[in-house]
T-cell receptor, first 112, second 115 residues
């Protein structure tokens, strides 16, 4: 099975940097996704890691260590609009599997 | 471009009543389709997925069912709703080819309240 853990809530200041961690224990691994979800809205795709290392996309970066079962999402130059839940999801085993298992999400509050 | 529609956007239903939620995708063919539920304080839970017409896989035993009568249509149903069925229901798709990272794209969701 799949087990994904991430902090429930975080608070950070506008303009600062915040790191949201995600750890996973899975029976198979075919990539890790980060999604952003604003309140009462659908999740939107942020990033994807399948190999170890850092993927940078603008103000957002995502890191993966497969040996440690660990990922983080790094948000730089925080803006008020970044207040949202951030969901970590792992793609299941099998080359043909496109099933995602989601963590419960981390609710980020950005304060002035 | 691809778009995904869900309706209704919100729904309030009494316990024991039936349910039918519809999801349609435009601009793609033979997509993988998914139904998720997001209950208060819980993560996104995969309920059903489908790789083609008439092909449904269930992830969680429950009083819900799904059907895929057409390539780009996915329906979530229940004969008798329970209080625990309340939540935010999201439909998602993954296209065959063209998706950069194999990510799933979510529809706008249906917020269901069972009273």
């Amino acid at each position: 099975g799949q087990n994904i853990d991430q902090p429930t809530e975080m608070t950070a200041t506008e303009g600062a940097i915040v790191q949201i961690n995600c750890t996973y224990q899975t029976s198979g691994f075919n990539g890790l996704f980060w999604y952003q979800q604003h309140a009462a809205e659908a999740p939107t795709f942020l990033s994807y890691n399948v190999l170890d290392g850092l993927e940078e996309k603008g103000r957002f970066s995502s890191f993966l260590s497969r040996s440690k079962g660990y990922s983080y999402l790094l948000l730089k130059e925080l803006q008020m609009k970044d207040s949202a839940s951030y969901l970590c999801a792992v793609r299941g085993p099998g080359a043909g599997s496109y099933q995602l298992t989601f963590g419960k999400g981390t609710k980020l509050s950005v304060i002035p | 471009s691809q778009t995904i529609h869900q309706w209704p956007a919100t729904l309030v239903q009494p316990v024991g009543s039936p349910l039918s939620l519809e999801c349609t995708v435009e601009g793609t063919s033979n997509p993988n389709l998914y139904w998720y539920r997001q209950a208060a304080g819980r993560g996104l839970q995969l309920l059903f997925y489908s790789v083609g017409i008439g092909q449904i896989s269930s992830e969680v035993p429950q009083n819900l069912s799904a059907s895929r009568p057409q390539d780009r249509q996915f329906i979530l149903s229940s004969k008798k709703l329970l209080l625990s069925d309340s939540g935010f229901y999201l439909c998602a798709w993954k296209g065959e080819g063209g998706a950069t990272y194999n990510e799933q794209f979510f529809g706008p969701g249906t917020r269901l309240t069972v009273l």
